[in-house]
């Protein structure tokens, strides 16, 4: 959908109580309007896609270019770019970490495409219904989900990334907060908390709002002259944004969280909690079925209890079929020898694992910590 370009002039919000960030480098890049932005801390590579392009530029970190590769699905001013920082499920496909994400919204709803970063090759998509029109979007890692925001309602979708089916949603302007609206904007998770960061063309700040939708707050730019937002990418390995904005510029800033998952926020990474107790992380929510079975798979280095074990056949919803999938797969480990239905992580599958099982299904179905908000 044609947006025209306009600056508008928004309220500068209060500055975060956190330390403020720090401007690396502001560059323009010669090219008209940056609608979106994504960042590979792996392969230190920097995805662009400026309005309506029939290319996404590469960048190296330095923002020299690395070359082109095609722009899959028709061009597009409603759009998004990402990076899958875990595995991730698209339409029954399980695309690899680094894997580059599209999320669109020109068709008038929503589209998640995964592409491969070198050639721009369509590895698996699915559609998004939901209301409104998608211009920013993130895999978020703990949910094996994705985020869609909507300029059009300024409002957060959260989507199965298997079938594009809408799980929740609420607005960018919670009731109390200061007002935010996005037009042209994008959104990212912080890997180290999982909250998701909005920025908006209208206002010189990021809204950091929790997964579930509750403000946090509204962290200024203002001082280090960071303008027109319309693109986040987070570099988690080193606590770093890159934002784009409508004028073709991108800002390389310092000062946010590093390194590492805490899907709990007990002020430990899951990393440090697992190595200290291993049977923490013995399931993995991004998994296909094995040889017709659902099983636990993991470990996958995302503590067990923010991955909604309930969910055991993968379907982003809890209820009897999770129950049945668990028992097929636990009868199937009796008969083989196999332990794909080890529920309490003990090596072996046996009855405490039933038990076990069912304690964590009961807890979802009953929104109990920390299973509140499964799945």
Known sequence: MLRPLALVAGALLASSALAQPALISSTPMGVGNIVSIAMDPITDRV??????????????????????????????????????????????????????LILDGESGDGDLLAIDPSTGAVLAQTNCPITGTPVGGAHHPTHATAYLASYTNDRVYEVSPITGAPLRNFPVRPVGSPAFDLFYGDME??????????????????????????????????????????????????GEAWISNTGGVVYHLSGFAATGIDCDADGTLDATEIAQTPGLDCFTRVALAVGGFSVRVGPDGILDSCQCVADWNRDFAVGSADITAFL????????????????????????????????????????????????
């Open 47 to 100: 995805f662009v896609y400026d309005n309506f392009a029939t290319v996404i530029r590469i960048y190296d970190r330095s923002l020299s270019s690395l070359g082109t590769i095609p722009f899959p699905i028709p061009i597009s001013n409603d759009v998004d770019l990402d990076i899958a920082t875990h595995p991730l499920n698209v339409d029954g496909v399980i695309v690899p970490p680094g894997t580059l």
């Open 328 to 375: 097929s797969s636990w009868f199937n480990d009796l008969a083989t020898g196999q332990s794909g239905a080890d529920a309490n992580c003990s090596g072996g599958t046996g009855s405490n694992d039933i038990t076990a099982f069912l304690g964590l299904w009961f807890a979802s179905v009953g929104n109990q910590a920390p299973l509140d908000g499964c799945p």
């Open 189 to 238: 998770v912080l890997a180290a908390t999982g909250n998701l960061h909005i920025v908006g063309s209208p206002q010189d700040s990021i809204r950091e709002l929790t997964s579930d939708g509750v403000f946090v707050q509204d962290l200024s730019l203002v001082a280090l002259g960071v303008v027109d937002m319309s693109g986040i990418a987070f570099d988690d390995t080193r």
